[in-house]
Every structure is written in C-alpha cells, then in structure tokens.
C-alpha cells in the first residue's frame, strides 16, 4: 500500500469517512423516522419489531454475498451503487406517499421501501469496512477506527435532534426524502476519490465457490471465528435496551417526540466520547481486555437503564452505555481488520455484516413480542446479565 508511506492517506480518509457519513445521516434519520412512526402509531412492540425485521433481514441475506463481491470488484463502485440503489427506492416511496389513502396501507409500503433499502445495505457495508484497511496502516488503524466511529457518533447524535425537529414541524415524507440528498452529496464526494488498486482476484472460481472458501477461512481461525460469534450474540442480546427504548420510552415515561429524541441524543452523545477515548487512548495493549471490558460495562449500564425510574437517571445510564457499545466495537473490528489476510477482508466482513443483520431480527422477532406480554424493563436486565458471559 504505497499510499500509506506518505501523508495523503490521511486526506484519504477523511475524504471516504466524510463521504460515508453523510449518507449515513439521511439513513440515519430514515430508520428513525420509521421506527418512531411505527411507535407512535401503533404502540405496538410487534409493528417495531417488523420494521426493524425489514430494515435487517434482507441484509442478512445479501450481506455475505456483497463481502464476495467486495473481494473481487471495485469496492468504490459498489458503495456508490448501493447508495444510488437505496436513493432511488426511497424517491419512489416519496412520490407515492400521497396516493396512499389508508393507514395499513402506508405501513406496508414502508415495510417494503426498508426491506429493499437493506439490500442496498448489505451490499454497501462489507465494501466500506474493506476499504478502511486499505487507506490506513495496520499500526493506525485502532485509532482511525476510533475517529470513524466518533465522527459516525457525531452524525447518529446529530440526526435524532434533527428527526424531532423535522417530525414536530413537517411531515414523514419530508424526513425520508431527505435521504435521498444526502446521497447524492456522499456519493459525489466519494467519486472524487481515487482507491488503491486491490488484489486481483481470480474470477474464473464461482461466486458459491468463494463464498465456501471464506466461510472456511473465516471460522477455521479461531480468532476470527470466536469474534464473530461474540458480536452475533452482543447483538441479540443488545435489543431490548438499545433497539426497544423509544417504546420503552414510551410506555414508561411519556409519548413525546422529544423524550424519544432526548434518549437517541444522549446515546449517540455517548458513542462520540467512547469513539473520541478510543481514538486518543487506543484500548488495553491487549485488545482482547478491551473488548472484555467494554462487554461487562455494557452489561452494568443497561441492567441500570431496566432498574430506572426517573427518565433523568435512565438518561445518565444511556450515555454510560453509549461509550461501551463504541469501545466494544472499535476493540473488536480492529481485531479483525488487524487478524483477517487482505484477500479476505470483504468475506471476513461481509460475515460480520451478516451476523449483524441476522441476529439484530431475531433479537426483535423475539424481545419485540415478548415486550407485549412482560415489562421491557424486566427483559432489559435479564439480557444485561447475561451480556457479561459473552467473553
């Protein structure tokens, strides 16, 4: 990587992080558009959790997929496409919005517009986790794995306060068109720039044929396959107190807006300081005592987010718990970047990106239901204990 030997990586990168996340604000503000509707609607944990199925099943589905493709096309080109795809899914819900007369109606067609939104996902995700490797040396990369998820922090703390505002003053139509623009400027920053080559690859093998090998390679190492498992678990286990609070939120301290934006924004608020510690402290020299750390934290502070009964306590807990979900995530990608051979980064990832995707429904499917029928709090701190057995 020749690039890495002088200081133009750096503008690089910061160029591709820009880019990155100013598509991931107009996705960001989309997801919570659709997961607040649902909520507000409906105060229904099974409308939530159906949604959040439809944001992530489809990427489950394609993600592994999309990590082949990242191996052996131009990994620029597939997260250029893969916006432009979910741009133009999101432009035709916006259009038929007003032809849609019934509730039920409009939730379906959300339900679909986000089911094919994750394809795009799935195929974008492996792509960019790919790419981050490429531009920075091995020896920065905690680092800038730290930044990204800071600057990702940033914009995710961001996009609620906008949501709320945007939601108090227009329309849902209005919300999710506005991820279409912040497509087109992330894909155009993203065209001005110039990737090192990769690896070529051999073509002539099947798609199933490397998609064997790097199941194979993947789970042969024990490394490798020990930090999948961990973080396909962590993110079954994270539902209840991340993906559920806005209906916990709901149920237990007030139906507002601004209650569920007040706990996205302190969330994220956490995740930019967790991001910020790890850019500047770079975890244990140990990166497994990182990640163990950053596991039983979590566990504290969302068994404390289930014990909550003022929201200013419950509050308090999210920030806590937002800067464990990043050290958590910073600790492990690293690992993986740092263990996982260049050829087989984009099936390392693409897996990553599928235990994500795969486990994230599940979690909903079961704890969503399940919130109908016994307090989320209860649920929140039964999974917080279990979270400290992960390791």
């Known amino acids: 990587m020749d690039d890495t030997q002088h200081g133009g990586w750096r503008k690089k990168i910061f ?10 604000f107009g996705s960001t503000l989309v997801q919570m558009a659709l997961v607040w509707y649902a909520a507000m609607q409906t105060s229904s944990g099974g409308w939530v959790a159906a949604f959040t199925v439809c944001s992530y099943l489809p990427q489950f589905l394609i993600s592994f997929l999309g990590g082949v493709w990242a191996d052996r096309y131009n990994r620029k080109r597939l997260i250029i496409g893969s916006d432009i795809l979910i741009a133009l899914v999101t432009f035709i819900m916006v259009m038929k919005i007003p032809y849609i007369s019934t509730e039920p109606d409009l939730l379906g067609g959300l339900l679909v517009m986000s089911a094919l939104r994750s394809l795009g996902a799935g195929i974008q995700t492996p792509a960019v986790n790919a790419v981050i490797p490429q531009l920075v040396p091995e020896d920065q990369l905690m680092r800038y794995n730290g930044i990204n998820a800071t600057m990702q922090a940033i914009v995710n703390f961001a996009a609620p306060a906008a949501a709320g505002a945007v939601f ?52 042969a190492d024990k490394m490798i396959s020990k930090l999948l498992i961990i973080y396909g678990l962590f993110t079954f286990l994270c539902v209840p107190a991340g993906y559920l609070a806005g209906l916990l939120v709901r149920r237990v301290f007030g139906d507002t807006y601004w209650y569920l934006t007040a706990v996205e924004v302190v969330g994220f608020a956490g995740m930019t300081a967790g991001g910020a510690v790890m850019s500047f402290w770079g975890g244990f020299k140990c990166r497994e005592k990182t990640l163990a750390a950053g596991l039983f934290a979590f566990g504290i502070f969302a068994i404390g987010m289930g014990i909550s009964e003022r929201f200013i ?14 050290m958590i995530q910073t600790s492990l990608t690293t690992m993986l970047q740092e263990k996982t051979d260049v050829s087989m980064q984009g099936r390392v990832f693409g897996l990553l990106s599928t235990m994500y995707a795969g486990f994230l429904p599940i979690g909903m499917a079961v704890f969503g239901p399940l919130a109908d029928i016994i307090p989320l709090q209860w649920i929140m701190i039964g999974t917080g204990i279990r979270i400290h057995f992960l390791p």
């Open 15 to 24: 160029l591709f992080l820009t880019s990155q996340c100013i598509t991931l």
């Open 168 to 219: 108090a003053v227009s329309t849902l139509r209005t919300m999710i068109m506005t991820d279409v623009v912040t497509a087109i400027i992330g894909t155009g920053l993203l065209s001005c720039l110039k990737l090192p080559e990769q690896d070529s690859q051999d073509k002539t093998a099947g798609i199933f044929a490397e998609m064997k090998i790097g199941v194979k390679y993947a789970f």
């Open 313 to 326: 306590i419950y509050l308090t807990f999210m920030l806590f718990y937002g800067v464990a979900l990043t």
